[in-house]
Structure formats: structure tokens, C-alpha cells
């Protein structure tokens, strides 16, 4: 969760109470969760035909409330975002690697990362040469220490070290990241969830490979020359049958009665990352 704890909203102390709250907030996630059932009746009316219906705006928690919380304590959950992570050959064959913590893990099919996808330069002394495209269009080649493509929740971790942007995590949309680049002009670009990005060594690099980490967790072996990394952000939205699916569903603690309030959010930039924070002055 970092060690600035934005995923933290509970202390380990309150755990009794979590529980607690989580039970009462009716708060749920899967096919037959009814964390939405209040937002289903004011959206669609007496028409919602049944209970597993799910409404729309999947994304919002501006009008979800917990079933039995009461009118002063509001409960919410957001769906945080995650990428879609698959590694090709320079022939397009998928590659089956495992991950440092778990050798018997192979990349044999698409993985998910909550926060983000990192390629850099590891133990080589040389800046890497990286290749970038999205929406399968050449952008630019990355001289750098590495590449960073992040969701919004991870917007607050690696990338924020390496001058990326912060981002609301209701903003859909994913963050890519130069490492320590060469050039100057060379800056943080965020895109839309949807749009494909590419990363893939090139041929220029003096290195032999470069390293790969997801989430923090190391493939077992480098990735050379012509290798990519594809990443996309992954899609929230609703089945055939109505009800959402993707993203990591957390539940929110609220510091006041108004569910409409982004006070966590808010707070968590103001209380841990002191943003725009004076100098000079004790807090």
C-alpha cells in the first residue's frame, strides 16, 4: 500500500470497527451485490425489474449510500482501475516468464496491475532505449532510466517520485512516465484507459536487456531486444447481465455525513502528502 498509505484507509487498531462498518454499509462487490440497490431505485425508478440490476455510472459514488449506515454515515465504494499487462517476442508470441516471488507463475496470459508497469535499466549503467507507441502509432524513443505506465491509484506512488501528475482515481484514464529522461522535453503524458500502449527495447540499446517489474514484483528474467510490453487500461463496465464488472472494488471511509464529498481523496493529499504545503510553517 506505499508508505504514504493512500490504499490505508484503516488502521490496523480498527479493524473491529472495519468490519464493522463494512457489514452495515451493505457494501458488496460481484454478480449479486447490492451496494447499488439505493442508486438502482433513484436512476431507474420502479422499473429496475429485480434486485441484480446494477445502474449506470459505475464510476461515481457521488449518489451510493449504504443500505443501513444511516443518514450521517455514508459509505462508498470505488472501483479502482487496473492495467491489462501482456508480454510479446519481436515474432508477437506471447512469452511465458515467471515472476520473482513466484517461479511457477507464467506470463502465459494477460496479467493486472493495480498501481503499475515499470521496464528500466536495472543493474546496467546505461539509459535504456525505449520504443514507444500508442494506439499502435510510433511516439517517441525514451532515453531514459526507464518508463513508468501507471492507473490513477498508482499515480501517487513510483510515478509521483518521477514527476508524474497526480490523478483523481474516478478519472479513467492511465499515466505514462518517463524515468530520469535524457531530454528535457520529455514529459509525463496522461491517456485515456482504452488507448494501447507499447513498449518495446530497441535495437540501439547498449544494454543486453532491461528489467520489468508489475506492482512491484520482478519478472524472473529480463526482456531483450524487440521484446514488448503491452499495456492497456482495463474495462469497467457491466455484463450481459447487468452487473459491473473489472476494477478492484474499496470500500471508502467517510470523515462526514456527506457521501457527495471527496474528503478522502481531498484529505489524503492535504494530511499525507502535505500538497502545496508551505514552507516554513509546522503542521
Not at 42 to 50: F, V, Y
Not at 76 to 83: D, E, F, G, N, Q
Not at 167 to 183: A, Q
Not at 274 to 280: C, D, I, R, V
Request: with cysteine; net charge positive.
Amino acid at each position: 500500500m506505499g508508505t504514504l498509505g493512500f490504499l490505508g484507509e484503516w488502521k490496523f487498531a480498527e479493524y473491529k470497527r472495519a468490519f464493522r462498518e463494512l457489514y452495515m454499509s451493505g457494501a458488496g462487490s460481484g454478480e449479486r451485490s447490492a451496494l447499488l440497490e439505493d442508486q438502482i431505485q433513484t436512476t431507474t425508478g420502479a422499473n429496475t425489474g429485480g434486485a441484480t440490476g446494477c445502474a449506470d455510472g459505475a464510476l461515481s459514488w457521488s449518489s451510493v449510500r449504504g443500505k443501513s449506515m444511516g443518514s450521517a454515515r455514508g459509505a462508498r465504494v470505488l472501483r479502482r482501475s487496473r492495467l491489462k499487462v501482456g508480454v510479446f517476442d519481436a515474432a508477437g508470441s506471447r512469452i511465458n516468464g515467471g515472476v520473482d516471488r513466484s517461479p511457477c507463475t507464467a506470463l502465459s496470459r494477460d496479467v493486472y496491475a493495480m498501481n503499475e508497469v515499470i521496464i528500466h535499466r536495472g543493474r546496467d549503467p546505461h539509459l535504456a532505449i525505449v520504443e514507444v507507441f500508442v494506439g499502435g502509432r510510433f511516439l517517441t524513443e525514451a532515453v531514459a532510466d526507464g518508463m513508468i505506465i501507471s492507473t490513477p491509484t498508482g499515480s501517487t506512488a513510483y510515478s509521483l517520485s518521477s514527476g508524474g501528475s497526480i490523478i483523481h482515481p474516478l478519472v479513467s484514464s492511465l499515466l505514462l512516465t518517463p524515468i530520469c529522461p535524457r531530454s528535457l522535453s520529455f514529459r509525463p503524458l496522461v491517456l485515456p484507459a482504452n488507448a494501447p500502449v507499447t513498449l518495446r527495447l530497441g535495437s540501439k540499446n547498449r544494454g543486453r536487456e532491461v528489467e520489468v517489474s508489475i506492482d512491484g514484483i520482478r519478472l524472473s528474467r529480463g526482456v531483450g531486444v524487440g521484446v514488448e510490453i503491452r499495456v492497456v487500461g482495463e474495462e469497467i463496465g457491466q455484463d450481459e447481465g447487468g452487473c459491473l464488472r473489472g476494477g478492484v472494488p474499496c470500500v471508502i471511509r467517510s470523515a462526514g455525513g456527506d457521501a457527495s464529498s471527496d474528503d478522502g481523496w481531498v484529505g489524503g493529499l492535504n494530511g499525507l502528502l502535505k500538497f502545496n504545503y508551505p514552507f516554513g510553517e509546522e503542521g
